[in-house]
């Protein structure tokens, strides 16, 4: 089952980014550690999901911080999807590997929303 077809109120372009996203996240994920989850409907479970739960809380404000952002969630996954592109996103990484991966993640996205 398509992305489309499971979360229908993501736009075409939102479903994009979902996309990209994973595919950096996994393809870093073989150089460091970032997560266990593997597959589609398990990137869903247990990323996606948590990250559209966050813009149903209606309570984000224009300046967003993650801080231990690690693989990007929520922080990285959220900013690609949010349809408020003025909203700033700040990740919070202490470790230097996973800084320079969000940095390039973001920076691959064409994210200028978002600082590491």
Excluded: C
Excluded at 67 to 79: F, I, N, Q, Y
Excluded at 90 to 100: C, F, G, T
């Amino acid at each position: 089952m398509s992305l489309q077809s499971q979360f229908p109120h993501l736009s075409p372009e939102q479903i994009q980014a979902i996309s990209k996203f994973s595919q950096i996240l996994y393809r870093e994920n073989e150089k460091q550690n970032l997560t266990s989850i593997e597959g589609e409907q398990e990137f869903i479970d247990g990323h996606l999901i948590d990250v559209l739960e966050l813009f149903k809380m209606n309570s984000l404000g224009k300046r967003v911080a993650d801080l231990g952002s690690g693989s990007g969630v929520p922080g990285l996954l959220a900013a690609a999807i949010d349809t408020q592109k003025d909203r700033e996103w700040h990740l919070i990484e202490s470790e230097h590997h996973k800084a320079e991966y969000l940095s390039q993640a973001a920076h691959e996205m064409g994210l200028k929303q978002v600082s590491v």
